[in-house]
């Protein structure tokens, strides 16, 4: 699903928002035991095998398709970008929708009934972390992300269906967001090599 980008956040009734989790979107194949995240362009990410495997592991009875982000966490539970590049343990695969579950197709429902089956499916904290939301206020919460030098926020059509071609999701980024320096640089293969 793209995101759209917006540059101040609003509040509507009509509307949900989270939290931007700073790290690598995926989708999360969950077969009965086994598991594979996929990119946005299609790709096998291979390079987070433990993460896979967890996924697997904790989710054997259930087959589904759920949509999120891959984020390593710091100390105080924010994202830390960078350690996720270095593929840096634990990785988590936090979920904000479920596409479909046990032989049932959601990307027709709407996202609020979507999230309340992935609610039920994501009990426990462990290697997949179910993506929260609020209603109506995005304000609010853009206030709390930015003072908490997170990424921004993603506002989402409540009664919106997953399709990718007439997308309802719109990201607001944190324009003070300490994480984004100097990313540009990296992306554009100006920057060859971190620091340890």
Not at 12 to 23: N, Q, R, S, V
Not at 38 to 51: A, I
Not at 129 to 135: E, F, Q, R, S, T
């Amino acid at each position: 699903m793209p995101l759209a980008r917006l540059r101040a956040p609003f509040n509507h009734p009509a509307w949900i928002f989270e939290p931007k989790l700073d790290g690598f979107r995926a989708l999360a194949y969950i077969d009965g035991g086994s598991a594979r995240l996929v990119s946005r362009k299609g790709n096998t990410l291979k390079s987070f095998p433990e993460l896979t495997r967890a996924l697997a592991t904790s989710l054997p009875a259930v087959t589904a398709i759920l949509a999120g982000e891959i984020v390593r966490l710091g100390p105080d539970g924010k994202p830390l970008f960078y350690e996720l590049m270095r593929r840096r343990a634990p990785q988590h695969f936090y979920a904000f929708d479920l596409l479909w579950i046990n032989g049932v197709d959601l990307r027709a429902s709407p996202l609020l009934e979507r999230k309340r089956r992935l609610r039920k499916l994501i009990t426990v904290p462990g290697p997949a972390l179910y993506v929260d939301h609020i209603a109506t206020t995005g304000v609010d919460l853009f206030d709390v992300v930015c003072a908490s030098d997170m990424e921004g926020i993603v506002a989402k059509l409540a009664q919106g269906r997953y399709s990718p071609e007439e997308t309802s999701w719109v990201k607001i980024k944190n324009p003070w967001y300490s994480q984004a320096e100097g990313r540009a640089a990296f992306f554009d293969g100006r920057v060859y090599r971190m620091s340890a």
